[in-house]
C-alpha cells in the first residue's frame, strides 16, 4: 500500500501524469513488491517561481518523488533500484527531450506498521491476520 507524491514544477498535461501513475505504479511492483491495486500516485504541483536551485530559479523541469513504504519490508538493495528505476521513469517521462533537473530528488520513508494503514486496518493487524506460508 505505498503512496507515492510527485512534486513537479512545472506540471505535465494529463495525459502524460496519467503514463507517469502507470509507470511509477508498475516501477513500485516491479522493484519493491508492492501491489498495483493498492498504490497511489499524487501529484502536487509547484509553481516554477516558487522552486529555486542551487540559490537559482528552476531553469529546466524538476520533481521531487516520496514514496512511504512499511519499514522492513523491503531490502537495501530493493530500495536502491526502485531509486534507479524511478529517477529514469521522472527523466522519460517529464523531461524527454531535454534533462530533468540534476537536483531532483527521491525519498523513501519507511514507516512503522503501526503507524499506518487503509480500509480501516494498520499494516500491523495485516501482517497478523495473514496466514503464515508452509
Do not use: C
Not at 29 to 38: N, S
Not at 67 to 91: H, P, S, W, Y
Amino acid at each position: 500500500m505505498p503512496t507515492l507524491t510527485v512534486k513537479l514544477a512545472p506540471l505535465p498535461s494529463e495525459l502524460v501524469q496519467r503514463h507517469l501513475a502507470e509507470a511509477l505504479t508498475a516501477v513500485t511492483a516491479d522493484t519493491l513488491g508492492k501491489r498495483a491495486e493498492v498504490t497511489a500516485v499524487v501529484f502536487e504541483p509547484v509553481p516554477a517561481s516558487q522552486w529555486w536551485i542551487g540559490g537559482a530559479p528552476l531553469r529546466q523541469a524538476s520533481a521531487m518523488l516520496e514514496i512511504r513504504i512499511t519499514a522492513g519490508t523491503n531490502t537495501v538493495e530493493q530500495k536502491a533500484r526502485f531509486i534507479e528505476a524511478a529517477d529514469a521513469v521522472l527523466q522519460r517521462h517529464l523531461a524527454p527531450h531535454a534533462a530533468l533537473a540534476e537536483a531532483s530528488y527521491i525519498v523513501v520513508h519507511e514507516l512503522p506498521a503501526t503507524d499506518w494503514g487503509y480500509d480501516g486496518l494498520t499494516q500491523r493487524a495485516r501482517q497478523l491476520t495473514r496466514v503464515p506460508s508452509l
